[in-house]
């Protein structure tokens, strides 16, 4: 398992317990992440800014995942499924060196292993949906090799 990944599934952790206890950012990121990655700054930078930008995106995220999820209202979606979605929602808009690939990718493997077995299939249509979207309405800005399409196996690097 790739270093990021961790990363993501510790984000994944803050944002749930966030959700839950209604604590301040800033205390989920001194408890959660921090004294996690104090050590790694890279890692420090990218999970607190993933954390921060995924709080950030909640309002915009939630409206994008709403229009693609058939006969379902979000508020009714498994927490865990609805958190990585907007996380993965906040990596796209928010990280452009990040390719949509890996991303939709990372969100797929997260959400199997936090989440239900069906939520994988379930978090992958409903992203590819929402990056369709994202695509038509010119709203993916990614930048270096976000810009080149990468085969699934190239992907794996992140």
């Not at 249509?125 to 196996?153: F, N, P």
Request: hydrophobic share 45%.
């Amino acid at each position: 398992m790739s270093k990021r990944r961790q990363v993501r599934e510790r984000v994944l952790q803050a944002l749930y317990a966030q959700e839950v206890s209604q604590d301040t950012a800033d205390h989920v990121l001194a408890t959660l992440i921090r004294p996690v990655y104090k050590d790694e700054p890279a890692y420090l930078q990218f999970a607190e800014r993933l954390f921060l930008r995924s709080l950030e995106a909640r309002e915009a995220a939630e409206e994008m995942i709403a229009r693609h999820i058939q006969n379902w209202e979000i508020s009714r979606l498994a927490l865990t499924d609805r958190l990585v979605l907007r996380m993965a929602v906040a990596e796209l808009m928010y990280f452009e060196d990040i390719p949509p690939k890996v991303t939709l990718n990372e969100a797929l493997e997260v959400a199997k292993a936090f989440s239900t077995e069906k939520s994988g299939a379930f978090v992958n249509g409903v992203l590819d949906a929402i990056l369709t979207e994202m695509r038509e309405r010119d709203q993916l800005k990614k930048t270096g090799r976000g810009l080149v399409e990468m085969s699934t196996s190239a992907s794996s690097t992140d």
